[in-house]
């Protein structure tokens, strides 16, 4: 029995050892080279010395002077923060309107629920970059919106809203390009939803606020909170929105990044950086497995 | 003294028409009935009759299509499920998975506004009543289908509703358990004094349980009475069918009137109450429970009955007779299972008031 056993085991590894290799070279490998660069040197014709060095990550922190004295330097932090409180922004928002809208499309016949799903994918199929393009398109100088103010007399022609290059373009940007992450987790487990239980609340004198509140909310939550980590996490890091719609003026996080990247050419400090939001979002990423835990129990019952 | 009956729902003339696309379903065609105060009632049919459905509208889960429901003489169609003084107990229970078991009962008095220290001594009281006070703190799925089902009850009866609709809520459960509970139910009902509307397909529960019953079929109400009254004298061949064992035997009207006579196709004459409709040389279904036929031995030219199958039961046996073109089942007890055996030729007697003509 026990030989079986042991075999039993060799055959899990042998037969996941496929899987291990396809996340050993394209997870985890760039992850340790991305590492290794955060503690090199950087060269100023881009790439790295090889040689090692915590300038990377000081840099997050410290700024050398004129007089070449390390000196505390919160320009990057009051990135990091703007990064999160936009992303935290951002995720509400989705959810706000997602929640709603998976909770009507939960609701709907079967035929009318496959239409409705489909049309939330739609954007998926085609480039990040293009549709946030569309969104200049609608919010800039004499965009989409202005100029039907401008029909309806709401605005002069001389007159703008300056809605492009601020915190709410960015934010718009990446409630649009997010928001659909946000919808089907949580259309997924109200989906699941027993809708009997529905009814019984209703039995039980429930309106449809306490309906929502007490019943449909917390039986939904685990897909909220997936759909929530869906969104947070590549909005902590994203930079195409910020870019083109926040006109680069405000950096954050991604921008930054990718910014050391390919302008800078400072590798050591953009991998530091990554290595930072890594950080960040594996702590987000515990808090929810700590959140899920709670709801497990229920989650998995039928 | 006999007591003033109280109506608890008036059902009148209930139609529900189901429309999916271009089909429409009747599932329920003009119901009737009147359930009174303090009743232990039940609907009892096969699935698809439509006993769900009028258990629905009561509750106020479906729109009806025509009629009303008066609930103590107060009309209800066009109040929401949550404005209607009713409460149900689930065919699943659908308990909350992500409220423990205090909070299930607790639901309803919170939706209600009752006062904190109400619903606290409101909820371990009937949990008390079920006898699930110490699993307070359990959530739906750490118990057993049983244990599910009396807190399905508890958070039913809790908001002290003026009738209580119980949805087939037996028929998740092992044999053993839904016997035990049967007796449970009917204990609490009396207990209580709420009026239980209850529904099953489950002709036995219906008879152990109910004070009276509704038979229903296709969506229509076949027969209201009570249990002796639905099972000795079924209304149609339907009802004596679907509640318990039943023979009906074709023959013909030789007398009518209420000292009428019949004769069976196997020859045999009999003398019991014709319905006035019937005429003589009328076609006639004679209906007859197994356990009131009492057979004797008799010989091959004296009789064309014979023991075609012998089916022992342990404490008592089951037999069919055969004639030409006629099966009649009888119940044999216990003392008479040496005295026959198959291929014997018997002749069959029964008393007259047990023997009915039916539609």
């Known amino acids: 029995m026990n030989i079986q056993g042991e075999n039993k085991t060799q055959n899990r590894i042998l037969s996941l050892l496929p899987l291990w290799i396809v996340i050993g070279i394209f997870m985890i490998g760039p992850l340790l080279v991305m590492a290794v660069v955060s503690l090199m040197e950087s060269n100023v014709y881009g790439g790295v010395h090889f040689k090692f060095s915590l300038s990377g990550y000081r840099q997050i922190l410290f700024d050398t002077n004129l007089f070449d004295e390390i000196e505390f330097n919160p320009a990057y932090l009051i990135i990091i923060a703007r990064s999160f409180m936009l992303a935290l922004a951002a995720t509400f928002l989705s959810l706000l309107i997602g929640f709603p809208a998976a909770y009507f499309i939960s609701r709907q016949s079967d035929r009318v629920k496959n239409i409705l799903i489909f049309l939330v994918t739609i954007p998926f199929w085609t480039n990040l970059l293009i549709r946030t393009f569309a969104w200049i398109i609608i919010l800039g100088k004499g965009g989409v919106i202005e100029s039907s103010f401008n029909f309806f007399g709401l605005l002069d022609e001389e007159s703008s809203l300056n809605l492009m290059y601020t915190n709410s373009a960015i934010l718009i940007g990446l409630v649009y390009s997010y928001l659909p992450l946000m919808v089907l987790p949580i259309y997924a487990s109200m989906e699941k939803m027993d809708l009997r239980l529905l009814e019984a609340a209703t039995d039980l004198y429930s309106n449809r606020i306490e309906l929502i509140r007490k019943i449909i909310l917390p039986l939904s939550m685990p897909g909220i909170i997936g759909g929530s980590i869906l969104v947070f996490v590549p909005c902590l890091g994203a930079f195409i929105a910020p870019d083109l ?30 290595m930072f939001l890594l950080a960040l979002v594996i702590l987000v990423l515990i808090f929810n497995a700590r959140l899920n835990r709670k709801h497990r129990e229920y989650a998995n019952q039928k | 003294m006999m007591e003033k009956k109280v109506n608890a729902i008036d059902v009148r003339n209930v139609t529900k028409i189901y429309t999916s696309g271009n089909t429409q379903t009747k599932a ?59 409460n149900t107990v689930f065919q699943q229970y659908s308990l909350f998975p992500h409220l423990n078991v205090y909070e299930n009962v607790a639901f309803g008095l919170r939706r209600l506004k009752k006062d904190a220290s109400l ?112 099972y000795e004298s079924p209304s149609n061949k339907f009802v004596a069918n679907f509640i318990g064992e039943a023979n009906l035997l074709s023959g013909v009207c030789k007398t009518p009137g209420e000292n009428g006579v019949c004769e069976l196709d196997t020859g045999h004459e009999l003398n019991l109450f014709v319905p006035p409709h019937i005429k003589q040389n009328d076609k006639v279904t004679i209906f007859i429970r197994p356990e009131r036929i009492k057979i004797e031995k008799s010989s091959k030219d004296k009789s064309q009955l014979s023991i075609s199958e012998f089916t022992y039961l342990g404490n008592a046996a089951t037999i069919q007779l055969k004639s030409n073109n006629q099966l009649i089942n009888v119940n044999l007890p216990i003392e008479d299972l040496k005295v026959f055996k198959k291929d014997d030729y018997v002749d069959i007697h029964f008393p007259k008031e047990s023997a009915q003509v039916i539609d």
């Not at chain 2, 769900?52 to 009309?75: P, V, Y």
């Open chain 2, 28 to 86: 329920l065609k003009s119901a009737n009935l009147t359930i009174y105060d303090n009743e232990f009632f039940t609907l009892l049919g096969p699935s698809g009759c439509g006993k769900t459905t009028l258990l629905r509208l009561i509750a106020g889960f479906e729109d009806i299509t025509e009629g009303s429901i008066n609930l103590f003489n107060q009309e209800i169609v066009n109040l929401p499920p949550n404005k209607r003084p009713v």
């Open chain 2, 119 to 230: 619903v606290e001594s409101r909820t371990f009281e009937v949990l008390e009543l079920v006898q699930m006070k110490e699993y307070a703190n359990r959530k739906p799925n750490q118990l057993s289908g049983g244990q599910q089902q009396r807190v399905a009850l508890a958070r039913a009866l809790a908001p002290e509703p003026k009738v209580l609709l119980l949805d087939e809520p037996l028929s998740a459960l092992d044999l053993k358990l839904r016997q035990a509970m049967r007796f449970e139910l009917k204990t609490l009902q009396r207990e209580t004094g709420i009026t239980f509307v209850f529904v099953t397909h489950d002709q036995e529960e219906a008879l152990t349980m109910s004070d009276r019953i509704a038979v229903i079929n296709e969506g229509e109400i076949q027969q209201i009475g009570e249990p002796e009254q639905i």
């Open chain 1, 245 to 274: 719609l926040g006109g680069g003026k405000k950096l954050l996080l991604g921008s930054l990044i990718q910014f050391q990247f390919s302008y800078a050419r400072n590798w050591p400090f953009g991998a530091a950086m990554a």
